[in-house]
């Protein structure tokens, strides 16, 4: 005797109140349960079920064209310069793409919402829950198997003979340590290779793209930046990795480099500067982006990974984000025909802090 | 529209309020903000210093000085140079509206002849770039594949890999690259509008500039490979796009695979 209840506001995932009759049949622990008989060969409404098979057909027929079209697109649409009637390279692949993905797409939403459907609306919903019987032995069998292993272990002679076990752990052990040794022997150490770079002294700085080597002349406009390389690398992706440089030039006051040193080594100087060109790490100390939008206005370096900024005029100092030490600088200087010139390798390590930096 | 009021009380109907509001004012303010308005390209005429002069004292002296000495409010012109005048001119960042963190590109209100009057008459105060001819900003023949090096390497980082534009510091943008022309994109190398830097002859020689810009040029026709441009800034978009759109479509999907279903209980009908 039930009064009709105000019927739940539903969302998806919501449990219908009402349980049906054969909702869920349930066992005794260890008992077991005839399926055949417990589930209903037909569903319960058939009009319903006779609209859900034709939507799931449709699905299925959906799903085999879209798939006989994967198979066209992938015969017909040709791409690259030996396609029969090749126009443009990305025009072509932005076809192919889209035919494909789409077909794919669709054929397989469209037998999985198929196949959905199906399950949902077609077969039968009942749970039926066995309940497992004990997982734990009885006790009879728990002391058998116990007195076995006890005796088994007598038998093997292992406890009652302590020279033959305590050689045989001294026979394994070296084994067992040998991969500590195999492995470390694992690829080259980095040795000195994160504190050196491509740079030495008397090598000139080139373009990066057009190899030219460039005059304090060239870079005579306040405001110009470059992204320049050691002369000789151009094609040494390892060497370019650490040696990317970029060049600023100031208008004449405005660069205030302040010397820098750390113990004996000097890190940042104006006399490392060349006519107001001043040299700088394009590897950002952060975790090695490179780091060169330059905004000319207020001599800042911004890094576009993390937002790092470093004040160009002063030594590019960190002034925000997070990077932790200020871009090494270049020294640079001028050779006998007036080209930059690096005066020295980096004197500190470019890029990234690590741990034995030091 | 009694259709309407008889389902004021809808629960969606709020939503469609808002959404049909924000229709209307979008609608409303592109109506009446109108198009750009495009300069003709003039005969050519000598320009003329002292109307450029005038033209100056007119428009530009409040914020630049009469003698384009600078203010406090705006740089000296003196050196500028008559590139950096038709740049910012032509692509209408000055007159500049208002003192912000950068200008933006607006529809200008000058014809060719006016900009390249006051052109001239800064040119004659203090020298500097000057206006590339026609031929200096041909891409004919130009090199695209080392004009991408040079891109990715000096121009990339602010102004994305496909030109899009990017972020910079307290406000300040690089622009989009697809609206400049060819001699606007060689001025601004040249003369380094506002936050860019300079990237004068010595650094990128006039062929080298003409490469970089048949690349900017050719990338901004290209059809995108996945078919939508998504904004062509890369992994921001996209990967709103997957997370949102990709990721919260697999959710819905996870949700309906999991409800539990409801038994239909129809007494009539049966067959």
């Known amino acids: ?358 | 529209m009694s259709s309407i009021i008889a389902r004021r009380r809808h629960p969606a109907a709020g939503y469609a309020a808002v959404a049909g509001g924000l229709v209307v004012a979008g609608v409303l303010y592109s109506v009446l903000s109108g198009g750009g308005a495009s300069a003709a390209a003039p005969a050519n005429a000598s320009t003329s210093i002292a109307e450029g002069k005038s033209l100056f004292i007119q428009s530009c002296s409040t914020c630049h000085g009469l003698d384009a000495q600078g203010t406090s409010q705006a740089p000296s012109l003196v050196g500028a140079g008559a590139a950096a005048v038709d740049f910012q001119m032509s692509t209408g960042r000055m007159p500049a509206k208002e003192i912000g963190a950068e200008n933006p590109r607006k529809p200008t209100d000058f014809t060719k002849t006016q900009i390249y009057d006051i052109a001239g008459w800064i040119a004659s105060l203090g020298g500097g770039p000057a206006i590339p001819s026609a031929s200096q900003v041909s891409t004919a023949g130009a090199n695209t594949a080392l004009g991408y090096e040079l891109f990715n390497t000096n121009c990339a980082q602010c102004h994305g890999f496909a030109g899009a534009g990017g972020a910079l510091t307290y406000g300040k943008y690089a622009p989009a690259l697809s609206a400049a022309n060819a001699t606007q994109i060689y001025e601004a190398m040249l003369t380094g509008p506002e936050a860019m830097p300079v990237f004068g002859d010595g650094t990128i020689t006039p062929a080298e500039k003409r490469d970089i810009i048949a690349y900017v040029i050719n990338t901004r026709t290209e059809p995108n490979p996945g078919g939508l441009s998504l904004g062509r800034t890369g992994p921001v978009t996209e990967g709103l796009v997957a997370w949102l759109g990709g990721l919260g479509f697999l959710v819905l999907i996870a949700m309906w695979l999991t409800a539990k279903r409801r038994d239909r209980r129809i007494e009539s009908e049966q067959e």
Not at chain 1, 65 to 94: C, K, M, N, Q, R
Not at chain 1, 133 to 142: G, I, K, N, T, V
Not at chain 1, 220 to 227: A, F, K, N, R, Y
Not at chain 1, 243 to 258: E, T, Y
């Open chain 1, 1 to 358: 005797m039930s009064e009709t209840e105000e019927p739940r506001r539903r969302v998806i995932g919501t449990p219908s109140s009402e349980p049906a009759a054969l909702d869920r049949v349930v066992s005794e622990r260890g008992q077991e349960i005839d399926a055949v008989a417990v589930l209903p060969s037909d569903p319960e409404n058939l009009g319903h079920a006779k609209r859900i098979e034709r939507i799931v057909a449709l699905c299925f027929i959906l799903a085999f064209f879209a798939g006989v079209g994967f198979i066209a697109a992938y015969v017909g649409i040709e791409v690259g310069p030996s396609a029969p009637a090749h126009t443009d390279l990305v025009d072509e692949a932005f076809r192919s793409n889209l035919a494909l993905g789409l077909s794919l797409a669709v054929a397989l939403l469209a037998i999985g919402t198929g196949s959905m459907l199906w399950v949902r609306h077609l077969t039968p919903n009942i749970e039926v829950v066995e309940h497992r019987h004990a997982l734990r032995s009885d006790p009879e069998d728990r002391a058998k198997f116990e007195e076995f292993f006890t005796k088994g272990a007598q038998v093997s002679q292992v406890t009652k003979r302590p020279l033959l076990r305590r050689t045989m752990l001294l026979a394994t052990a070296p084994l067992a340590l040998a991969p500590l040794v195999l492995l470390r022997d694992l690829g080259p150490l980095p040795e000195d290779s994160l504190r050196v770079t491509a740079w030495r002294k008397g090598l000139r700085a080139v373009v990066f793209g057009t190899n030219r080597p460039l005059t304090p002349a060239d870079i005579s406009i306040p405001g110009s930046m470059i992204t320049v390389i050691p002369e000789g690398y151009a094609g040494d992706d390892d060497a370019l990795a650490k040696s990317g440089v970029i060049l600023i030039k100031f208008a004449p006051g405005q660069l205030q480099v302040p010397t820098v040193y750390n113990g004996k080594t000097q890190l940042y100087g104006m006399n490392w500067t060349v006519d107001n060109i001043v040299a700088y790490s394009k590897i950002c100390t952060h975790v090695g982006c490179p780091v060169a939008l330059y905004e000319q206005t207020t001599h800042h370096i911004l890094c576009p990974c993390h937002q790092s900024t470093f004040d160009a005029a002063h030594g590019a100092k960190v002034i925000f984000g997070p990077a932790a030490r200020p871009l090494p600088q270049l020294p640079m200087g001028t050779d006998a025909d007036g080209y930059l010139v690096a005066l020295s390798d980096f004197t500190q390590p470019v890029g990234p802090s690590f741990w034995e930096r030091g």
